[in-house]
């Protein structure tokens, strides 16, 4: 095809897409405030089911991409998930409730609702220096800390589920040299966690789980407390490009056709259904956009897993699969 | 009579913010920003491998993964010396425009709107600040009527993302010399027909809720203006020498349009919890040492300054430094130009993705480099953002990173001149001490 045969013009007109659009002038003396439009969308609180099993969602030391992440969730989209299935009581990025307001619903969760909620936690846990590092709230003692927070809240839980690598394994906050002494959440607390570990885990992860522990109680899980279910099988063993390390075909940059466990890809070590499920409504995923598997599900990410762009020593791969030919690409 | 306020925690926001006020005669008369929470980044970059700097930094924050992923692979690609070509210049473009859609509208929509409008009689929309919601019902169930279509839009965005960044949050498509992602016509048809939804629920929703809100809280206009200063590192290159750029470098000090030159960047930590002797530095030459109990510090927060001045950045800056919002510096103006800059994304969106030529070249090679520096500046939707990386024998030696939040949520410096945030509280009325949701407004307008 040629490609100088569509101008720009066609191309924009092909989508529908716009070549004049309004200024900016126009736009500051309308306003579509009271259409009659959103009735559809209001709808949806129409549905809002009472009695939801409540949720505690409580972000210590990470940087919410686990909530934007449950955000992207597809099916059931995210305002299903917070009218019809759970009740978000608290959530930082989320909660309407400011300052003293929100802390007391944390609090009150502790001290009302003990037994009757499922926590969530999103981050790693800053522990040195008293946990000093991470600070949240006060009462008439001084400074309260996500350490405090953390420790009193998944005591008073039914059930705590760790999500995204920081609150599973310590993930980047408790890298090297983890001045903050940031350690998971299983790690401070004295009862079992299930963790969704991820960089950030894919919604369905996050939802399923949560959906198996209302629905079926305890899903079933591996030695790293990971539901069995999303984090089965190496995703190495899953991969479209599994045929090209079977023929020895190695991408040798970047971007590259051919298997990319050169190019640093942890898919011989990870294990995770991202090859299966895909990401972003299904449009895309790490290797599928032809950049190596970081291998961010894992205990090991990202210390034991760096330089995050060289192979894997040859011993970790042949534990499962036949290692890769001598010589480099 | 002074009233002492504690706003802890700041909610709907990405982080950890906690706000001090003290209220005299229903005014704010003076306030205090602390940035509770220390991971230690910079700390954790030091002898890595250069390359992983742009997935690790990523991390900082899960709402603009992709500008700091920008900073890190610019900073590597001037120490490296190797240059993207065309297509992942415009790649770049249109992964971080669209990030630049989804966190306005979940920054409006989401973390800002319930300071304006009542939510919905369920938690996480209860309880709230009692305030002066002025909004008529319809009007009010209109605008929460888009709070849940903003949802699905701003999902659509990540997905448009994903097509040439992997996936999101923490996309993984960028690396020094390029993007991996090949831009297909698939992807491109496909990126095409989610953004037609996008710009009209932004010409047809976003916009029009904006200038309507401000119609009833035309107050606002007067509240929040705080340091008057701008910075802005420019963003979005529409060449391949970044000579222009659709949002351009420069500065505003003390009502004069300036050049931006980083020498003139400084890191102040007098009221930080760092150590002392490391304040007043430029970026590569500062180093992070936290102290978590320093006497007079209050926030984990370094105070960056430009030629001295507290500067705010953000869509203001950037709209005003461009040239294309001047209206005033308030609580409204922030809003308003936050709407309208993303309504000039949207339309350039529609222009760069027609200009992706498949078939060819994404990526050039970068070769490993024993020693070197580089900067990398760029804009996150809330505001500037840099990484400066220095490379000793192969490894990363020093890393600094200046957020945008460091910017407008900076504590006093050594001079004990208040961060932009902090001044633009002062004169805030708050009507019930109990509810300061006049407080939470001007916070929110920074997208902290």
Avoid at chain 1, 297 to 306: A, G, I, T, W, Y
Avoid at chain 2, 97 to 107: D, E, F, P, T
């Amino acid at each position: 095809m040629d490609r100088k045969g569509l101008t720009r013009r066609d191309f924009l007109k092909l989508f529908g897409l716009t070549t004049a659009g309004i200024g900016f002038g126009d736009s500051l003396t309308s306003s579509a405030l009271g259409q009659e439009g959103v009735r559809k969308v209001l709808s949806v609180l129409e549905g809002i089911v009472a009695d939801r099993p409540k949720v505690i969602w409580f972000q210590a030391a990470g940087c919410t991409g686990c909530s934007i992440s449950l955000l992207n969730s597809v099916h059931p989209d995210i305002a299903q998930v917070l009218t019809r299935i759970i009740s978000l009581e608290a959530h930082q990025s989320l909660m309407a409730p400011c300052g003293k307001q929100a802390l007391n619903v944390f609090e009150e969760a502790i001290t009302q609702k003990a037994g009757k909620f499922i926590l969530i936690v999103e981050g790693a846990i800053p522990t040195a220096e008293k946990g000093l590092y991470g600070r949240f709230g006060e009462d008439e003692n001084g400074e309260l800390t996500l350490l405090h927070w953390v420790k009193r809240l998944g005591d008073a839980a039914k059930a705590v589920v760790s999500v995204g690598t920081c609150a599973a394994f310590g993930g980047i906050p408790a890298a090297e040299p983890n001045v903050i002494g940031a350690k998971s959440v299983g790690a401070v607390l004295s009862k079992p966690v299930i963790n969704v570990p991820g960089c950030p885990p894919h919604p369905d992860w996050m939802i399923g789980t949560l959906a198996h522990v209302l629905l079926f109680g305890l899903p079933d899980l591996d030695e790293f407390q990971r539901p069995k279910l999303f984090y089965g099988k190496e995703i190495h063993a899953n991969c479209p490009r599994y045929f090209d390390f079977e023929k020895q075909r190695y991408a040798k940059h970047p971007g590259d056709e051919g298997c990319l466990i050169f190019q640093g890809c942890k898919g011989p070590i990870a294990q995770a259904d991202c090859p299966q499920r895909l990401w972003n409504n299904g449009v895309n995923w790490c290797i599928g956009s032809k950049a190596p598997c970081l291998g961010c599900v894992q205990p090991e990410f990202p210390d034991r897993l760096s330089p995050l762009y060289a192979a894997l020593p040859e011993e970790k791969i042949r534990t499962k699969f036949k290692p890769p030919e001598k010589k480099k690409p | 009579m002074t009233t002492h306020l504690t706003i802890d925690p700041v909610t709907r926001v990405e982080g950890h913010l906690k706000v001090d006020l003290e209220v005299e005669g229903g005014q704010v008369k003076d306030a205090k920003c602390t940035g509770s929470l220390f991971r230690g980044f910079e700390l954790i970059m030091r002898g890595r491998e250069p390359k992983d700097a742009q997935q690790l930094t990523q991390r900082i924050c899960g709402i603009c993964p992709q500008s700091h992923g920008l900073a890190a692979s610019l900073s590597l690609e001037e120490a490296l010396g190797v240059e993207p070509p065309e297509n992942a210049r415009i790649m770049r473009n249109l992964m971080q425009g669209i990030n630049y859609v989804m966190s306005h509208l979940l920054h409006f929509y989401h973390l800002a709107v319930l300071d304006f409008v009542k939510g919905p009689e369920t938690a996480p929309f209860m309880p709230a600040y009692k305030g002066d919601y002025r909004l008529p019902q319809k009007a009010n169930e209109a605008v929460i009527g888009h709070y849940f279509q903003a949802l699905d839009v701003r999902k659509k965005c990540h997905e448009m993302l994903a097509l040439f960044g992997g996936k999101m949050p923490h996309s993984v498509t960028s690396v020094p010399g390029g993007v991996t992602e090949k831009p297909t016509v698939d992807r491109i048809v496909s990126f095409a027909g989610r953004l037609k939804e996008v710009r009209l629920f932004v010409e047809q929703e976003y916009v029009p809720d904006v200038l309507g809100l401000a119609k009833y809280y035309a107050d606002y206009y007067r509240i929040g203006s705080g340091c008057k200063n701008f910075l802005s590192f420019g963003v979005f290159p529409l060449d391949k020498a970044h000579k222009q750029r659709l949002f351009k470098r420069g500065t505003y000090l003390q009502g004069r349009d300036g050049e931006m030159e980083t020498k003139h960047i400084s890191e102040q930590v007098k009221h930080a919890w760092y150590q002392e002797e490391t304040s007043n530095k430029n970026p590569l030459q500062g180093e992070t040492v936290p102290r978590v109990k320093k006497n007079g510090a209050y926030s984990f927060v370094k105070a960056p300054r430009y030629r001295g001045n507290p500067c705010e950045v953000g869509p203001l800056a950037r709209m005003w430094i461009n040239g294309d919002y001047r209206r005033g510096i308030s609580v409204m103006d922030r809003t308003a130009a936050r709407a309208l800059e993303t309504l000039k994304i949207v339309r350039a969106l529609e222009d760069w993705i027609g200009q992706l030529k498949p078939g060819e070249k994404t990526c050039n090679e970068a070769g490993p480099v024993r020693q070197g520096e580089g900067a990398g500046l760029t804009e996150a939707p809330r505001g500037a953002v840099g990484h400066w990386i220095r490379i000793v024998e192969g490894k990363t030696q020093e890393y600094r990173i200046i957020p945008p939040t460091n910017w407008n949520c900076s504590p006093r410096d050594d001079a004990d001149v208040r961060g932009p945030l902090e001044e633009a509280l002062i004169g805030t009325p708050i009507k019930d001490p109990k509810n300061p949701i006049e407080a939470a407004r001007v916070i929110h307008s920074f997208d902290p």
